[in-house]
């Protein structure tokens, strides 16, 4: 058996499809290995278990890892509102659950700096992410998740009293965090049209933006406002959701309408862009995001809602990718 077959052999099976080439000349192994698919703290480990296993090899005096890295090319899908209180959190945390079981690698950027949520619905048992250098590693939750959220940074229940070069800075950390192999990261916007919004959309250039309205003339006013945000930005609205749409009473099963009916298919309409569907006022919702259980996660009818919402976003990616 050769030197080299050695080496390999001494490889680590579950590294070995890694690894792209070994050589060895005068006592000295060089593996080339593909780390593409890593983030950095994985590809360091990737490094150091190669260099223990094949310096153990009888005559390998000493061990050269290079890794090959392709930068994994992430698409930013921006999940935006006119005002708060519509529910935009809540749609993000589930169209990003939903994703994950579709297969997608899917990552969460809570980018509402004054008032993040998306601990409470994807993570409640507050994971702190680490960092190594000045890079943050996001926690991964247990819906396959990535998140980074201010609320994971402070301490709970303290108020974030920055200006917007502090905001900005704050949103340009989580979006160039360490995200592994996340092919997606889904981006839950503060309300209104502001300096985050405007960072985002100049530093980061989001592939597309998913607004999220109540049905109301109130709220279609301000969605209406943050569409037009988007369009002089030269980024694509995939389309609109009309949430809290639509209440039925669990005693006699009739449908009402505390918020309207109707009024973000119209306004996609009008404004000639997709519809993406319609999330109901659901008591159901509620409990479940309050626990950390979002209803993406299950079979549950609630869950078929945001699953079929999820699959147009999924369409409308794949569509822009050939």
Same mark, same amino acid.
């Given at each position: %058996?050769? *030197? ?12 070995? !499809? ?15 290995? /593909? ?8 590809? =360091? ?75 409470? $619905? ?13 890079? $943050? ?15 994971? $940074? ?17 949103? =340009?950390?989580?979006?160039? +965090?360490?995200?592994? /192999? ?12 502001? /300096? ?29 406002? +943050? ?16 949430? %809290? ?10 449908? *009402? ?23 109901? $006022? /659901?008591? !159901?919702?509620?409990?479940? *995001? ?31 990718? =050939?």
């Amino acid at each position: %058996m050769s *030197s080299i077959e050695i080496i390999q052999q001494a490889i680590p099976s579950e590294l070995s !499809a890694m690894v792209r080439s070994v050589k060895f000349v005068d006592g000295v192994a060089t593996i080339i290995a /593909d780390a593409g698919a890593l983030g950095r703290s994985a590809a =360091t480990q990737l490094q150091k278990e190669l260099e223990v296993a094949v310096a153990a090899v009888p005559g390998v005096s000493e061990v050269r890892v290079a890794l090959m890295s392709e930068r994994v090319k992430r698409r930013i899908i921006a999940v935006g509102s006119g005002k708060g209180g519509v529910g935009k959190s809540t749609l993000t945390a589930n169209l990003a659950v939903a994703l994950a079981g579709m297969g997608r690698k899917v990552g969460v950027v809570d980018a509402d700096i004054y008032g993040p949520s998306q601990v409470m $619905l994807l993570d409640p048992a507050r994971g702190k992410p680490r960092a190594e250098g000045n890079m $943050l590693i996001p926690v991964e939750s247990e819906f396959g998740v990535r998140l980074l959220s201010m609320a994971q $940074l402070v301490e709970g229940g303290k108020a974030i009293a920055w200006r917007g070069p502090m905001v900005g800075q704050a949103l =340009t950390q989580m979006m160039e +965090a360490d995200w592994g /192999d996340a092919e997606l990261l889904l981006v839950d916007l503060p309300p209104g049209t502001g /300096d985050v919004q405007l960072t985002m959309m100049q530093k980061f250039k989001p592939d597309g933006a998913v607004i999220v309205t109540t049905p109301q003339d109130l709220a279609l006013i301000d969605a209406t406002r +943050a569409i037009d945000l988007f369009t002089q930005a030269g980024i694509p609205v995939v389309g609109m959701v009309e949430n %809290m749409a639509g209440y039925a009473c669990p005693h006699c099963g009739e449908v *009402s309408n505390p918020f309207g009916s109707g009024g973000g298919q119209a306004a996609a309409a009008h404004m000639g862009h997709a519809f993406l569907g319609r999330v109901p $006022l /659901d008591m !159901a919702i509620r409990i479940a *995001s309050d626990t950390g259980q979002p209803p993406a996660a299950n079979n549950s009818e609630q869950g078929a809602v945001f699953a079929a919402i999820a699959a147009k976003l999924a369409d409308w990616l794949d569509a822009k990718r =050939t």
